[in-house]
């Protein structure tokens, strides 16, 4: 149940963007063993001069996690080759041109809804 920011770059397809976001989510649930219903995206569209990734100016992708603590370094790897795999294959990203980067919390840094920490019950 990671929160998933992905930036792409502005102008492209519906079809493009969800591609991306379902091949991400599908990793997620594949190689770290979230649930299928636990779905928190969010898509910013960038200009290509707002999304710089190093010398690479032809179609990229930039996206951070934010989960809680615990998921070990063998499921962040396979996440990592997995997304980029995908993306390759739909729709089509080089996988030189994706960044990945995860960020880990604790239980107390979570509010999904009125105001309640749901992970610290009182």
Partial sequence: MP???????????????????????A???????????DRYQVVNECDPECLQLQKRD???????????G??????????????????????GIDPGNVMITITENRDIDWSFQDGVAQFCPE
């Fill in 27 to 37: 990793a997620v649930i594949d190689t770290m063993g979230f649930p299928e219903d």
């Fill in 58 to 68: 032809t179609d990229r992708v930039m996206m951070h996690l934010v989960m809680r």
């Fill in 70 to 91: 615990g998921q070990p370094d063998h499921a962040k790897k396979a996440f990592y080759a997995r997304v980029v795999k995908s993306l390759a294959r739909n729709p």
């Fill in 3 to 25: 929160f998933v920011t992905i930036n792409v770059l502005k102008g492209k397809s519906r079809d493009y963007i969800k591609a991306i976001s379902d091949e991400v989510n």
